[in-house]
C-alpha cells in the first residue's frame, strides 16, 4: 500500500472503470446476442453494484484531491502536481458520467424502440400512430406476447433507474 492515499484511490478508480467497460460490453454482447433475460438481468445488477463501488472511489480520490488542495505543500505536493491531479478527477468523473449515459442509455433507448415497434406491430398501428397504453390483440397467442413484451420493457426501463 502507498503512503499517499491518492495512488491508492486512482489505481481503485482505474480497475473499477476497467471492469465497468467490461461489463458495458457485456451487457451489449448479451442484449444482441441472447434471448436469455436472466443473463441479462445479472450482467445489469452487476454493472450497478460496480457503479456504486466506482462512485465510492471516485469520492475517496475526490477526498484525497481536496486534502493535498488545502495542505499540499505540508506533504511536499507542488501546486503542478495538485494540478494535475485535480484535473484527473474532474477528466476521469466527466467521461465516467458521459459514457455511463451514452453506453446504458442507448442500449435501453434502442430496447424501448424495438419493444415499442413490435407492440406497433401486434396492436396494428404504425409507428408514427399515437402510443397507446393497452393494447387489444386479435388473439390470445399475441395477447400472450404483448404481456411478454411489456414485461421486458419494464425490466428495462427498471434496470436503469
Keep these: 500500500m502507498s503512503t499517499d492515499p491518492y495512488v491508492d484511490a486512482k489505481g481503485e478508480v482505474e480497475a473499477s472503470i476497467r471492469n465497468v467497460n467490461t461489463l458495458l460490453n457485456s451487457y451489449a454482447r448479451i442484449r444482441s446476442t441472447s434471448t436469455d433475460s436472466a443473463s441479462l438481468t445479472e450482467t445489469i445488477e452487476e454493472l450497478q453494484t460496480t457503479l456504486g463501488l466506482l462512485e465510492t472511489d471516485l469520492d475517496d480520490l475526490e477526498e484525497s484531491v481536496r486534502a493535498v488542495e488545502e495542505n499540499g505543500d505540508r506533504w511536499g505536493i507542488s501546486d503542478f502536481e495538485v494540478r494535475q491531479?485535480?484535473?484527473?478527477?474532474?477528466r476521469v468523473t466527466a467521461e465516467v458520467q458521459v459514457s455511463l449515459l451514452l453506453n446504458t442509455l442507448r442500449p435501453a433507448n434502442h430496447h424501448y424502440q424495438?419493444?415499442?415497434?413490435?407492440?406497433?406491430?401486434?396492436?396494428g398501428t404504425t409507428s408514427g400512430a399515437s402510443y397507446r397504453d393497452y393494447v387489444e390483440?386479435?388473439?390470445d397467442g399475441q395477447f400472450e406476447e404483448a404481456?411478454?413484451?411489456?414485461?421486458?420493457e419494464q425490466q428495462v426501463c427498471t434496470a436503469f433507474e
Design 85 to 90: 491531479r485535480r484535473g484527473f478527477v474532474n
Design 114 to 123: 424495438t419493444l415499442q415497434k413490435k407492440v406497433h406491430q401486434i396492436s
Design 137 to 139: 390483440p386479435a388473439s
Design 147 to 152: 404481456e411478454q413484451w411489456e414485461r421486458e
